[in-house]
């Protein structure tokens, strides 16, 4: 295998730039744990990263390795302890074992050649009171700058602001770079980097859409989720205004997620279908990270109601009510549709924990018509209206809207 690469940075005129082995690198990155390594690749990305080091599908080397086979970097995730899941940070024999655990790991993948730099820990500001969290990070990063001197080292907040800057910049000084995770909010990034005591260099590390707890909500408090060819316009926009606008204090970014996940729907966040066809945020990407559009056809919907409503409507049915549903595409396609009922997710999880997948009650097969006739539940309560549309390609485009059955 080829011998550790160095990364490094440097201070430039008005910012910082990240080098890899003395060559410039500026990160065209995708979080990526258990997406597909060589469709990133091969639509510009540079690089991915993990939030630990075991995943449970495949080991730290393991993902190492095929980032390497696709000539990919990795920013690879070290799992450290959440206050907001138990863990004492006044626990010092909790947290010295944590630091030796964490060595091992470094230990074991340091002088792999794909390795980028080291995520130590994730938004463990989320839900969050004991500054100690920060002198364990510190520590951490010291012991990795100790036995592994070619990497750098970074920790992933939850948004940003003064109190945060501050806390870091006292209590984890060994920090390389700080990495902020930001969504809907992400606009307030450029301000508030003039305003904080943190002038390093930053890495925006979880970009994409409006999360669902900064959306309109029913009135029965369901989020109302963008459709995907809105997200895909909030990416491309987000990125040219709120990302490349921060060069060269960002030296790059990874967008969430490149695959799919649950989290209150299972479109929310992922630019893949569970199906794993591909959204049109991931044509935006290929655009953003190659500078050109990918040739192939993908569905773009303009409207989706039912009963002629859209989901801001805040839509009441009857139990086992006919209603109507209508998908509007912007430029017409040769297309197949299908729909599914599910029951309203009733997570109250945040910070991207496991969600339960909530139960289908109707999926219809696949269907040439964009409008037709379905049946509400005959059970009251709330639920969601999906609607996925493929094109003749691999892409798909979806919407749903929120919808609650009265007596």
């Given at each position: 295998m080829d011998k550790a690469t160095k990364t490094s940075i440097v201070k430039i005129k008005d910012g910082f730039q990240l080098l890899v082995d003395d060559q410039p690198?500026?990160?065209?990155?995708?979080?990526?744990?258990?997406?597909?390594?060589?469709?990133?690749?091969?639509?510009?990305?540079?690089?991915?990263?993990?939030w630990r080091v075991e995943n449970g599908e495949k080991s730290g080397l393991e993902v190492l390795d095929e980032a390497h086979r696709h000539g990919m970097k990795v920013m690879m995730g070290i799992e450290v302890a959440r206050e907001r899941h138990g863990f004492d940070y006044d626990d010092k024999e909790a947290v010295k074992e944590q630091l030796e655990e964490i060595k091992g790991d470094v230990l074991k993948l340091k002088d792999h050649p794909a390795l980028l730099l080291w995520g130590i820990g994730n938004e463990l500001n989320l839900h969050a009171s004991n500054p100690k969290v920060w002198d364990a990070v510190n520590d951490i990063s010291k012991m990795i700058h100790e036995v592994d001197p070619n990497h750098l080292t970074t920790t992933s907040l939850a948004g940003?602001?003064?109190?945060?800057?501050?806390?870091?910049?006292?209590?984890?000084?060994d920090l390389d770079i700080l990495s902020i995770q930001l969504y809907g909010a992400i606009e307030d990034l450029p301000g508030t980097l003039k305003e904080v005591s943190w002038q390093g260099p930053i890495i925006v590390s979880e970009w994409g859409a409006?999360?669902?707890?900064?959306?309109?909500?029913?009135?029965?408090?369901?989020?109302?989720?963008?459709?995907?060819?809105?997200?895909?316009?909030?990416?491309l926009e987000r990125y040219r205004k709120y990302i490349e606008t921060l060069q060269p204090q960002c030296v790059g970014s990874y967008v969430f997620l490149w695959g799919q996940k649950q989290e209150r729907t299972s479109t929310w966040f992922g630019l893949y279908t569970e199906a794993g066809r591909k959204t049109e945020t991931v044509q935006v990407m290929n655009y953003i990270w190659k500078g050109q559009w990918p040739e192939e056809k993908c569905p773009k919907i303009k409207s989706f109601t039912l009963n002629g409503k859209e989901a801001l409507n805040s839509i009441y049915l009857k139990r086992g009510e006919l209603f109507e549903t209508e998908v509007v595409l912007a430029e017409p396609l040769d297309i197949s549709v299908w729909w599914e009922i599910m029951e309203e997710s009733r997570a109250t999880s945040s910070g991207g924990d496991q969600e339960s997948i909530p139960k289908s009650i109707l999926k219809t097969a696949?269907?040439?018509?964009?409008?037709?006739?379905?049946?509400?539940?005959?059970?009251?309560?709330?639920?969601?209206?999906?609607?996925?549309?493929?094109?003749?390609?691999?892409?798909?485009?979806?919407a749903n809207i929120?919808?609650?059955v009265k007596a």
């Amino acid at each position: 295998m080829d011998k550790a690469t160095k990364t490094s940075i440097v201070k430039i005129k008005d910012g910082f730039q990240l080098l890899v082995d003395d060559q410039p690198f500026f990160i065209k990155g995708a979080g990526l744990e258990f997406g597909n390594v060589a469709d990133a690749a091969a639509h510009g990305a540079n690089s991915f990263r993990t939030w630990r080091v075991e995943n449970g599908e495949k080991s730290g080397l393991e993902v190492l390795d095929e980032a390497h086979r696709h000539g990919m970097k990795v920013m690879m995730g070290i799992e450290v302890a959440r206050e907001r899941h138990g863990f004492d940070y006044d626990d010092k024999e909790a947290v010295k074992e944590q630091l030796e655990e964490i060595k091992g790991d470094v230990l074991k993948l340091k002088d792999h050649p794909a390795l980028l730099l080291w995520g130590i820990g994730n938004e463990l500001n989320l839900h969050a009171s004991n500054p100690k969290v920060w002198d364990a990070v510190n520590d951490i990063s010291k012991m990795i700058h100790e036995v592994d001197p070619n990497h750098l080292t970074t920790t992933s907040l939850a948004g940003f602001d003064e109190e945060l800057s501050d806390e870091i910049v006292e209590r984890a000084p060994d920090l390389d770079i700080l990495s902020i995770q930001l969504y809907g909010a992400i606009e307030d990034l450029p301000g508030t980097l003039k305003e904080v005591s943190w002038q390093g260099p930053i890495i925006v590390s979880e970009w994409g859409a409006t999360g669902y707890w900064e959306v309109k909500q029913t009135k029965w408090k369901a989020p109302i989720e963008d459709t995907s060819s809105r997200k895909a316009a909030f990416f491309l926009e987000r990125y040219r205004k709120y990302i490349e606008t921060l060069q060269p204090q960002c030296v790059g970014s990874y967008v969430f997620l490149w695959g799919q996940k649950q989290e209150r729907t299972s479109t929310w966040f992922g630019l893949y279908t569970e199906a794993g066809r591909k959204t049109e945020t991931v044509q935006v990407m290929n655009y953003i990270w190659k500078g050109q559009w990918p040739e192939e056809k993908c569905p773009k919907i303009k409207s989706f109601t039912l009963n002629g409503k859209e989901a801001l409507n805040s839509i009441y049915l009857k139990r086992g009510e006919l209603f109507e549903t209508e998908v509007v595409l912007a430029e017409p396609l040769d297309i197949s549709v299908w729909w599914e009922i599910m029951e309203e997710s009733r997570a109250t999880s945040s910070g991207g924990d496991q969600e339960s997948i909530p139960k289908s009650i109707l999926k219809t097969a696949s269907l040439k018509a964009s409008v037709t006739e379905l049946k509400s539940p005959k059970v009251e309560g709330a639920y969601r209206l999906y609607v996925y549309v493929d094109g003749d390609d691999e892409y798909t485009a979806h919407a749903n809207i929120p919808f609650y059955v009265k007596a």
